[in-house]
């Protein structure tokens, strides 16, 4: 393995510039990695300072999968880069792939195959099919990203909390979230399953329950569902549509978190009403977009064919890790509390006991300043979050165990 020495430039890397064996990333050194994630561009490696460790963006530091990578080139053979329509087979690949993975099988007639990623997707549902004369509802924490399109989209954010237990053991309290409902008039439910940050896999009662409430009240449900191909090995993910009650519902996905490539743009969204396909593709038109998109729908349907064994494997590393990282915390810094995901890489941490009170705000930049480590901080997940925080562990194992050593400084 071998990663060549060079002061990155803010342009692409030529390929002489960096050789990395894809079974080489998993043992890359904190500076090995930083300098490869450099040079490829990577948006959160290049917004820390030297010898600094960015673990706050949801991508992995883990090599994407060869048939993704060779459906690129493969693709990159024809001379013309012009304009795409979607793959044909693309909606149907998507089903079967769901089929496979969850035993629900949707319709591809009420799919829509988008050329951007998730959180765009969300926000042409929102200005599209919700009420947006009426806020969206949330369940805090949840992931600032789609609190911001909840929030833009529409007239406004209602947020409510989930309870906190033991352990940071969230849950569902259901009368809070119907009389939050009633009281602010919300008429959609943003909800991200499996949770983000929490890692938090729904059980099957959970969601039944919310499906009641949304059925009560005629709320749409929009289920934001990208993190479900990592869930660990021992959990189910249940998607929306297997517990609905009613037809007011829409699931929005990609390949992007799972199979680490979400720099090929691309999702999709699943309508409960296969009529309201139509209205998105005009929305998505008056965008100036079609459906698809060149490379992202090559790359989508490599993965989806051929991508299960890969997925499978890099699914239990990925539980590795948030065992390791959850072990040596316990371990070596038992005064931070860390919650117990059940699918992702994402960790959520309690520092309550180990930031003074004097800290700043910026939960942040405190870390990046007391220990060189870049997490998100808790606050920007709304509700009464101020002291904890986000780690990505999708990483290499040495730059995991350094981080948690920093961490334990704290402690």
Not at 233 to 248: I, S, T, Y
Not at 266 to 272: A, K
Request: charge should be neutral; charged fraction near 20%; aromatic fraction near 6%.
């Amino acid at each position: 393995m071998t990663v060549t020495e060079h002061s990155w430039p803010d342009h692409p890397a030529a390929p002489s510039d960096l050789v990395v064996a894809p079974h080489d990333w998993p043992a890359l050194t904190p500076t090995e990695l930083a300098r490869a994630r450099r040079a490829g561009q990577s948006k959160r490696w290049h917004a820390v300072g030297p010898d600094h460790l960015a673990l706050g963006v949801a991508d992995m530091d883990l090599p994407s999968p060869p048939m993704a990578l060779q459906a690129i080139e493969d693709r990159l053979r024809h001379p013309i880069l012009g304009y795409h329509r979607l793959l044909p087979t693309l909606p149907e690949q998507v089903s079967q792939w769901y089929v496979r993975h969850t035993g629900w099988k949707p319709d591809p007639d009420a799919m829509a195959v988008l050329p951007f990623g998730l959180k765009t997707a969300i926000r042409l549902l929102l200005e599209t099919l919700a009420d947006r004369n009426h806020p969206v509802v949330v369940l805090t924490p949840c992931y600032d990203g789609l609190r911001r399109v909840g929030r833009d989209a529409t007239c406004g954010l209602v947020e409510v909390p989930l309870t906190r237990g033991p352990d940071l053991a969230y849950g569902l309290d259901i009368e809070l979230l119907r009389a939050r409902i009633l009281a602010t008039g919300a008429r959609t439910l943003l909800l991200c399953n499996p949770h983000n940050p929490l890692g938090r896999v729904w059980s099957i009662d959970e969601l039944r329950s919310l499906a009641g409430l949304a059925e009560e009240l005629d709320l749409l449900v929009v289920s934001d569902e990208v993190h479900s191909p990592l869930t660990h090995p021992g959990r189910r993910h249940h998607p929306w549509p297997l517990v609905a009650r009613h037809d007011r519902w829409a699931v929005a996905s990609s390949l992007g978190k799972a199979f680490n490539v979400s720099g090929i743009a691309g999702s999709w969204l699943i309508c409960g009403r296969p009529a309201e396909r139509a209205p998105l593709l005009r929305a998505l038109k008056s965008w100036g977009h079609h459906q698809g998109s060149l490379l992202g729908d090559q790359v989508m349907d490599a993965c989806l064919r051929h991508g299960d064994d890969w997925l499978a494997e890099r699914t239990a590393l990925v539980q590795r890790l948030v065992q390791h990282a959850r072990r040596v915390l316990a371990r070596d810094a038992p005064s931070i509390g860390c919650a117990a995901p059940e699918a992702g890489y994402l960790l959520w941490l309690d520092l309550r006991r180990v930031v003074p009170a004097s800290a700043p705000d910026d939960l942040s930049a405190y870390l990046e300043e007391r220990c060189g480590l870049r997490l998100v901080a808790g606050a920007r997940f709304g509700g009464d979050h101020a002291g904890f925080a986000r780690m990505n562990v999708g990483t290499s194992w040495p730059v995991l165990d350094e981080a948690l050593r920093r961490l334990g400084r704290l402690a």
